[in-house]
């Protein structure tokens, strides 16, 4: 087989349809674009979702807002769960074992007065404290 040989597969492609060319060729006189009417005018053309005047579907549904993809820390008031303060160490798995947060927490933040006196103790760079960059 060479590339002078190649043939299209067979009903891969058909012939435009030619209206306007008389009334036997069953497009005569209107073209298959009925009697009158916006859609039969010349330059018609239909806008994206446009449906008669009816409300169109995009519009009767609400919107859905978006999932941000910046993953935000897990806040911490360390004024109400003093526990943080007695740690050794400040890593996320040792403030998991003293307070209970969900498994795919990653980051924590600090928050509260006495805060800023905890940031010695911390471990992980995954751990910020408010007021401190």
Known sequence: MGLENLQKAPGSTHYSKRVGRGQGSGNGKTA??????????????EKRGFEGGQQPLQRRLPKIG???????????????????KELEEITVESVKSVHKISNNVKKIKLIGSSAKDLVSKIKDENIKVSGIK
Do not use: C, D, L, W
């Open 66 to 84: 978006f999932t941000s993809r910046v993953e935000k820390p897990y806040i911490i008031n360390v004024e109400k769960i003093t526990s943080i």
């Open 32 to 45: 298959g674009k009925g009697n009158k009417g916006q859609r039969a005018r010349t330059g018609y053309n």
